[in-house]
């Protein structure tokens, strides 16, 4: 069946550090990859999508590589704010099934300081 | 305008009660969800609908029925509430059900607690 790991949280970070969160995906066929993030006490919002191979999603200065060699679509800002602190999960949608899901992550929470 | 809403967000309630959650969208999609988050924030989808029409069904006890008058609507009703159903529960909604290029886009979520 399908499934996404992702590193274990909570990853700390200062303000203006590199980020990096890693996803890596089992699945059949070909598919669709997506970061969601979801701030303290809100629901999950789209943060950004690839929808094959190559692609990168990008969006608030987050970016993701959809990469089919090595089934990874790791997660990189090049400077994080305290506001960016909040839960992303990395999810999957497979395109080939007759119903289409997301398959998410466990999430990894992201806390930055001052 | 909120495009997928859900209510109520909170909820507390004893052991054994009947409650229901609903679920509207107004992107005129076509395609329905309802996921579960557990207290480890571990998401999973329960149900999923297509045009009224039961699509997906996971692995869940049947005190819970989803119900789609419509389209646009999608309600949960849990029944005989069990302490193991404390969780955030999670409306979606996407446009089509193959399409690689659509998006789920998720509700903000009602947290149910049961006591």
């Known amino acids: 069946g399908n499934s996404v790991t992702q590193m274990e949280g909570p990853v700390t970070l200062s303000e203006e550090a590199f980020l990096t969160i890693n996803c890596t995906y089992t699945a059949t066929g070909y598919p669709s990859l997506f970061w969601y993030v979801q701030y303290p006490g809100e629901g999950l919002q789209l943060l950004l999508k690839a929808t094959k191979a190559d692609d990168k999603g990008s969006n608030k200065g987050f970016e993701a590589t959809y990469r089919k060699e090595t089934t990874s679509f790791h997660l990189e800002k090049g400077s994080v704010q305290v506001s960016d602190s909040a839960v992303y999960f990395c999810?999957?949608?497979?395109?080939?099934?007759?119903?289409?899901?997301?398959?998410f992550g466990t999430g990894t929470r992201l806390q930055v300081t001052l | 305008d909120t495009a997928v809403s859900q209510t109520p967000k909170y909820l507390v309630t004893q052991m054994g009660n009947d409650k229901s959650i609903k679920c509207e969208q107004n992107?005129?999609?076509?395609?329905m969800y309802w996921y579960k988050q557990d207290s480890k924030k571990f998401l999973k989808i329960m149900f999923s609908?297509?045009?009224?029409?039961?699509?997906i069904n996971e692995t869940v006890p049947n005190r819970f029925s989803p119900k789609s008058p419509d389209k646009a609507h999608l309600n949960l009703h849990i029944n005989s509430l069990e302490l193991g159903d404390s969780a955030v529960y999670f409306c979606?909604?996407?446009?089509?059900?193959?399409?690689?290029?659509?998006?789920?886009?998720f509700g903000e979520g009602s947290w149910l607690t049961v006591v």
């Open positions: 992107l005129g999609h076509d395609t």
């Open positions: 609908y297509n045009n009224k029409e039961l699509i």
């Open positions: 999810a999957l949608r497979d395109n080939t099934g007759t119903a289409s899901k997301l398959t």
């Open positions: 979606a909604s996407s446009q089509g059900v193959l399409s690689s290029g659509n998006t789920i886009y």
